[in-house]
C-alpha cells in the first residue's frame, strides 16, 4: 500500500473496514434477535462508522444515540 501523505500509511482499505462491519452487524443481529437494540456512538468520530453499521443490521428495532466525551477533566 502507498502512503497517502496527509495521512500517512493506509491500515486498513474500505472493502476491509465495510467487510468487517458487515460481520459485526452479522453478529449483533444474531446475539440481540429479538430484543431492542441501542446502538451508543461518540461524537463526533463514530458517526459515519455507525450510519454504515446502522444499515447494514436487519434488526427489527434500533434505536441510536450519542455521548460526548473529552480527555480534559
Known sequence: MSPVPALGEILFTGD???GR???LAA???AEYAGRD???LGVLKGAMMVMADLSRLLRHDSVEIDWITVSSYG
Request: net charge negative; aromatic share 0%; proline share 0%.
Open 16 to 18: 476491509q473496514i465495510r
Open 27 to 29: 453478529e449483533i443481529d
Open 37 to 39: 437494540l441501542v446502538l
Open 21 to 23: 462491519l458487515a460481520e
